[in-house]
């Protein structure tokens, strides 16, 4: 145990990059603000680099409530790099807004929130980081004060509160029963596990706490959109897989909702037309996937690795396909016929992203699927693993309506510029590419 | 620093590749190179250095007496060439041909092995083919190019026959192929591959050599630039055959037989050709039939066991015939015809040229005191059998005849054949690049059959020497006095009646009909069978190879109607409840937050009462 603020570093960074940059945007003209856009992308950057340096270092406690090891530090890069993508991807849209720093302070808080779910030790410092994770969130979603937008920020703040209470209750039935809140030693009631479960399915979008994510994703803007799908899920998953390992084992009761929250996102994702609602059916259904290896937690050493791999996967894979989505400015799947024709770097990408979602090999999360699968496997749940399957077989379907009109099709909906999409589409190839040597690191 | 012997055929070929690849500053790196090249050759020559290596098979590159000859010939005529192109070319990938076409001979000569020449005999054929058709915008000159491939292309063959053999042969008598290839060795073979190798090799050297009955190719040779014609008649690719078999001259004499085809062979391309020559009216074509000659009487010299002999002929050949190509292509280019009818007074008109000239065609002659004069009666020499003497004799004579008639035609004074510009408008002056090799490969002319004189071990005779070059003199005059008065009137039908002409003159004017001989006994029945073949491959081998999927299509027609039903069926039923289960599976998701509570309520709590009762 240590309470050196160093060992918090990338934390701190994150925090330094938001505040400076809102105290920088408050003097800036409107059309200097991009200079706060840098000074949170330098923060994020500095974020990645201290935590590449400490990524070897040996597994510690800081201040006896935040845990510092592998699982943290991969979320802290996992989280820098991804938010990072995403000001980029922002940018744009931000461009000579009244408000943008606002944006990019806000993207900087939820992720630093996001980044201390992942590492909390602790309930209370658990129901902080939810609640650091979540309020930039619905203030993100109402950030163009259009209708849709406002909608998808009120009934996201509904379900967090709500599902959050719940968790709060949770937290108050364990500290009851149980006498502390840290974790080492806590052992957590069935009851009270649904109730901790409650919040965090909430951030993962898992089922039963789904509902917001279609709704959110369609309604906020697209580069919110982008963001609410992917970072959160990063953090309330590792914290799962944490409480899971630590507080409570329940593997049969995760299975069944990971079991449910794939199925449910496939099956809704099948006759979807507007292209932002189907990622966010398959978010829901790739949430299902990383639950498998929260399951699995303690029950074999595959678990972890699986997580942190696809999880980091899916993170660049899935935003790869909403900067296709930003820089085309279209929801409508009809809009997508004859892209490649178009554009045809944007059509790589958006193939290579949409490949990369289903599982197909060479890229990352095909990587992270086939070590799911072996998770499921190693920790005795074989059937989890068919189901995994099946539920990738039925993915197929959805994705190849949106791939084949890019190709096949004709039309007239607009050309997709932008050099990020394609950028991402290689990396993840190359994610998957190098998938031998990123295990080594993380072993 | 044997290993630089490496550098000999290196240098060239590498660089080129470069100009080829680079195409800058062709014409001085060419000259520099050769220069470089001759400098290096001439070091070989002294030093007589061997390198080894390790290919597939143990081989190298060894320089010796007959090595060393070779490559500061080979060398020496290069750079001659070169320099006289660099005045009339100006392209770099004629000059990146040529110095790999160079670099390849050099391989070819210093080889120690039947491998290692191969790989020189093989480029050298191939740069050969694209120099003849460098202007390949001309169909005709890229036909020309063609027969010149395909011919010395089929004698080859004949190498790679031989390499077998040699390898087959060592395996009989060794159990193993170390060494096998070694060019040393191969009179040392057991009996019946011995023979199978000497046949080989006759008839890849004839090939290259445009020996008798391969000759044709060497008139279809005269379509490429002259400075390709310079260097390919002398001491490069016709050069390389009389080589190789002055080379192998023990095997052939371990035979029994092979040197007597050879010395038949030669001596009788020396009598034919040099008719033909004597009824060229073109002269390019009669300076190439002169070529087939003359290396007639090299190949007699590896067939009657005279080595020394035929490669001083080699040697001093290769300065005289360069000189001659040049000057033809010098007055090609200034005056842009080569009828020797048309050339009339075209050596009064450009004095330099036309003396060189005359001292090379007198040489070609035989005439004493110059340099063919010795090294021709140091292959006749060695001839012992009465009758190949008189036919290789014969040969000579018509050398003295047909050089006396290009040289009488440049000389003569300007008349009414005279015609320029029958094949190409000419530029009429010759350049400081053009005329500044002609004196020094003249100087060769005169000189380079003195060597014969110095050492012993030559089969001469003061009494031969005197009667050879008596007559050959007498023959110039003779040729000079009886054609002092007469000139042809209109060249170009000269040339066509003397070609469609039948009987010996046509015959002649047509070399010998060799290249419709070998198209109608070889082209025509190779095409019919290989028409033939394909007409099988495409009617039998094909259509059976058709017919299986066509069956098999057939058997999945038939088969498709009770099977793929039900599997179709199976398919579309898993598909239509996955749909409908789609359906189903949006049907919670209202929009109305009220409903989204109720239902986060309800899943949470039947878990929780579900978990606990399971507990």
Known sequence: MTENPLDLLPELLILLGAVAGLLTGLFLPRHRQWIAAWICGLALTGATVTTALVMKNPDMMAFAAYAVDSLTNVTRATVAVATLLVIILTTGWARGHRRETEVYTLLLLAALGTVLMAGADDLLVLVAAYLLASIPAYALAGFGKDAPGTEAALKYYLMGAFLGVLMLAGVTLVYGTAGATAYPGLHAPVVGVILLLAGLLFKAGGVPAHFWVPDVTEGASRPVAAFVTTVPKIGALVALFRLSGAVFDEPALIAVLAVATMTLGNLAAFHQDNVRRLLAYSTISQAGYLLVPVAMAGRTGLASTALLYYVAAYAITNLGAFAVVVSLGSDRLGDYAGLARRSPWAAFALVVCLLGLIGTPPTGVFVGKLLVFAAAWDGGYAWLAVVVAVNTVASVFYYLRWIRPVFAGEGDGGSARGWLAPVIAVASVVFGLAGGIVLLVLR | ?615
């Not at chain 2, 001309?138 to 390898?167: K, M, P, W």
């Open chain 2, 1 to 615: 620093m044997n290993a630089l012997l490496w550098l000999l055929p290196a240098l060239p070929i590498t660089m080129g590749a470069v100009l080829l690849l680079v195409r800058r500053a062709a014409r001085s790196a060419a000259v520099t190179t050769a220069v470089a090249t001759l400098g290096l050759a001439v070091y070989a020559a002294v030093a007589r250095p061997r390198a080894g290596a390790r290919l597939l098979f143990d081989s190298g590159l060894a320089v010796d007496g007959l090595s060393a000859a070779m490559v500061v010939t080979v060398a020496g005529v290069a750079l001659a060439v070169l320099v006289f192109a660099a005045g009339e070319l100006r392209e770099a990938r004629f000059f990146g041909l040529m110095l790999i076409f160079v670099g390849a001979m050099l391989l070819t000569v210093t080889a120690t092995d039947l491998v290692l020449l191969l790989m020189g005999w093989e480029v050298m054929g191939a740069m050969s083919y694209a120099l003849i058709g460098y202007w390949w915008h001309d169909g005709e000159r890229v036909r020309s190019a063609t027969i010149a491939f395909v011919t010395t292309r089929a004698g080859d063959l004949g190498l790679y026959f031989a390499a077998g053999a040699a390898f087959a042969g060592a395996l009989a008598a060794t159990g193993n192929g170390n060494g096998a290839f070694a060019l040393a060795v191969l009179s040392g073979d057991p009996a019946p591959w011995r023979d199978l190798i000497a046949a080989g090799i006759v008839v890849a050297a004839l090939g290259k050599s445009a020996q008798v009955p391969f000759s044709f190719w060497l008139s279809r040779a005269m379509a490429g630039p002259s400075p390709v014609s310079a260097l390919l008649h002398s001491a490069t690719m016709v050069a390389a055959g009389a080589y190789l078999l002055l080379r192998v001259q023990p095997l052939l004499a371990a035979t029994g037989w092979a040197a007597a085809v050879v010395a038949w062979a030669g001596a009788v391309t020396a009598l034919l050709l040099g008719a033909v020559a004597v009824a060229q009216r073109d002269l390019k074509q009669l300076l190439a039939a002169s070529t087939c000659t003359q290396i007639g009487f090299m190949v007699l010299g590896a067939g009657v066991g005279a080595v020394p002999g035929g490669a001083a002929q080699l040697v001093a050949h290769a300065a005289v015939k360069s000189l001659l190509f040049l000057g033809a292509g010098a007055w090609l280019a200034a005056l842009g015809t080569k009828d020797l009818t048309g050339l009339h007074g075209a050596a009064r008109r450009y004095p330099l040229v036309g003396v060189t000239f005359g001292i090379g065609a007198l040489a070609l002659a035989g005439v004493p005191p110059l340099s063919l004069w010795l090294t021709k009666d140091a292959v006749l020499g060695a001839v012992r059998e009465p009758v190949l003497y008189g036919v290789a004799f014969a040969g000579a004579l018509l050398g003295a005849a047909y050089a006396a008639k290009a040289l009488v035609a440049v000389w003569r004074p300007v008349d009414a054949g005279t015609r320029d510009d029958t094949e190409q408008p000419g530029t009429r002056r010759v350049g400081v690049l053009e005329r500044l090799p002609l004196p020094v490969l003249a100087l060769g002319a005169v000189v380079l059959g003195l060597p014969v004189l110095a050492g012993d071990g030559w089969h001469l005779t003061a009494g031969e020497l005197a009667l050879s070059g008596t007559l050959a003199a007498a023959v110039v005059l003779a040729v000079a006095f009886a054609t002092r008065n007469r000139w042809d009137a209109v060249p170009g039908e000269a040339v066509r009646r003397a070609v469609a002409m039948p009987g010996p003159r046509g015959l002649l004017a047509g070399w010998l009909w060799l290249e419709k001989a070998a198209v109608a006994l070889v082209w025509r029945p190779l095409t019919a069978v290989a028409g033939g073949a394909a007409w099988f491959d495409d009617r039998v081998v094909d259509g059976a190879v058709n017919a299986v999927p066509r069956l098999g299509m057939a058997a999945a027609r038939l088969a498709r109607r009770p099977f793929e039903s039900g599997i179709d069926g199976a398919v579309r039923a898993v598909a239509g409840a996955a749909g409908r289960l789609g359906t189903l599976a949006r049907r919670p998701q209202t929009g109305q937050v009220h409903l989204y509570f109720a239902q986060a309520a309800v899943a949470l709590i039947v878990l929780a009462v579900v978990f606990v009762l399971a507990r």
